[in-house]
């Protein structure tokens, strides 16, 4: 069975700090990997996604992540945060890029000024 | 821009009613999905739809049908209602390959009293 572990519920940083946000994954095979963002009263938003290639991927709003399967990870990481990122991420696996997929319980984010 | 909507946003319903939650989309995607999410839990996949007619369950459809009578529009269907079906619903739609990606709704929350 595929699962997502978050192991971070709740993250404060402040604002032009880097940020980096866990997730873990377990999959029979070889994973799709997702992060999505959800800003207060809206749906989920793609970030990026994983599935070949190059390890490093870049997403939209200046995020990236790391797959590193040896540790069964998918990390997202920002170098430098801003008050608008404030939001829940949801890390998600799945089998391909629009079928079902397994959230995390997700972070939320919080960022001081 | 790709529009998944949710019919309403906001419901309160009793104990026993049956409830019908809409979700349109406007982009011609083949994959369709009902979510529910509650804090710390994450979003759970309740049903999914890959074609017209066609559904399976996800990982909680206990409680819970859908109908998807036209490729456009899946809808969750509540057949009595319980104050533990109290949440939050989202909608997505998305169509598989490389480039591709889920759309969600913006949520109906609803309320079981």
């Known amino acids: 069975a595929q699962s997502v572990t978050q192991p971070d519920i709740h993250i404060t940083v402040s604002e032009g700090a880097s940020l980096e946000l866990r997730c873990n994954y377990s999959y029979g095979a070889t994973p799709y990997l997702f992060w999505y963002v959800q800003s207060p009263g809206q749906g989920l938003q793609l970030l990026l996604k994983y599935f070949s290639g190059d390890t490093l991927v870049q997403g939209i709003k200046g995020f990236e992540a790391e797959f590193k399967r040896s540790q069964s990870s998918f990390n997202l990481r920002k170098p430098s945060v801003h008050w608008s990122d404030a939001a829940e991420y949801f890390c998600?696996?799945?089998?391909?890029?629009?079928?079902?997929?397994?959230f995390g319980t997700g972070t939320r984010l919080q960022v001081t000024l | 821009d790709v529009k998944v909507t949710q019919s309403s946003r906001y419901l309160v319903k009793r104990t026993g009613e049956k409830v019908f939650l809409e979700c349109v989309q406007d982009?011609?995607?083949?994959?369709m999905f009902w979510y529910r999410q509650d804090p710390g839990l994450g979003l759970r996949l309740i049903y999914f739809s890959y074609d017209v007619k066609m559904k399976e369950k996800g990982d909680i459809p206990e409680g819970y049908s859908v109908s998807r009578e036209k490729k456009e529009r899946f809808s969750l269907i509540l057949e009595s209602a319980s104050t533990n079906q109290t949440s939050m619903y989202l909608c997505?739609?998305?169509?598989?390959?490389?480039?591709?990606?889920?759309?969600f709704g913006e949520g109906s929350r609803l309320t079981v009293l």
């Open positions: 998600a696996v799945g089998p391909s890029t629009a079928s079902k997929l397994t």
């Open positions: 997505a739609s998305g169509t598989s390959g490389t480039t591709g990606e889920l759309f």
């Open positions: 982009m011609d995607h083949e994959n």
